[in-house]
């Protein structure tokens, strides 16, 4: 059982339109991570958020995406309006303890646009 | 910036053989982690084994072991053994507050 849990597991939108993509970590934990791997290619870092706040971000996280953590619990990648070049997986993973860079990854959000 | 290069985009090993996947990384820091990840077919990425550059013993997991060379920043993996399930993806990170993945090298285990 993966200790983050993502969803959906496949959306499929049109190129324009907002989409959501969601992170629910079983246990409460501080610091979380969202890659996209684009199909073929390898992951990318795109932000890490700790204690509600953006730590780091990447070129590829513009000012399209956006990340949050409304509830207190679930930790949201928001895309405003999709472009084909988005499509990949998006996978959320949260640090472990102790800080040494031990992540565990969720099963993945693949994002197809067309 | 720290690099992380895989330069083997496919492998095949037989079942019950050995294979090692081979990485390189670039970086001018002395005190990192490295890592091996596994994408499986079913996608998630599960962790394989964790080096720690301070420390010269090279980490072991089962059948599963490095070859960490810090002079020549050189990271391999070796799977003794292999099994049809290590069949997948193999990615070759480095920590840095967030992981630098390499483009990763598909293992084909060959019954």
């Known amino acids: 059982e993966p200790e983050v849990t993502q969803t959906p597991s496949h959306q499929v939108t049109q190129m324009g339109q907002e989409v959501i993509l969601r992170c629910v970590p079983i246990s409460n934990h501080l610091y979380f991570y969202w890659y996209r791997q684009i199909l073929g290619q390898k992951v990318e870092f795109l932000v890490s958020f700790y204690n509600n706040e953006i730590s780091e971000k990447s070129e590829i996280f513009d000012d399209q995406f956006s990340v949050e953590r409304p509830d207190g619990s679930n930790f949201t990648l928001k895309i405003r309006s999709t472009k084909l070049e988005d499509s990949a997986m998006y996978f959320c993973?949260?640090?472990?303890?102790?800080?040494?860079?031990?992540?565990?990854f969720g099963e993945g959000s693949r994002l197809t646009v067309l | 910036a720290q690099t992380v290069t895989q330069s083997q985009p496919e492998m095949s090993v037989q079942e019950a053989e050995t294979v090692t996947l081979s990485c390189t990384y670039d970086t001018s820091e002395s005190d990192y982690y490295l890592f091996w990840y596994k994408q499986p077919p079913s996608r998630q990425m599960i962790l394989v084994i964790r080096?720690?550059?301070?420390?010269?013993q090279n980490a072991t997991e089962n059948r599963f072991s490095v070859n960490f060379q810090k002079a020549a920043k050189s990271f391999s993996l070796k799977i003794s053994d292999s099994q049809l399930g290590d069949a997948a993806m193999y990615f070759c990170a480095y920590w840095d507050y967030k992981y630098i993945f390499g483009t990763g090298t598909r293992l084909k285990v060959l019954a």
């Open positions: 080096q720690e550059a301070y420390k010269q």
């Open positions: 993973a949260r640090q472990g303890a102790g800080g040494t860079g031990e992540l565990f």
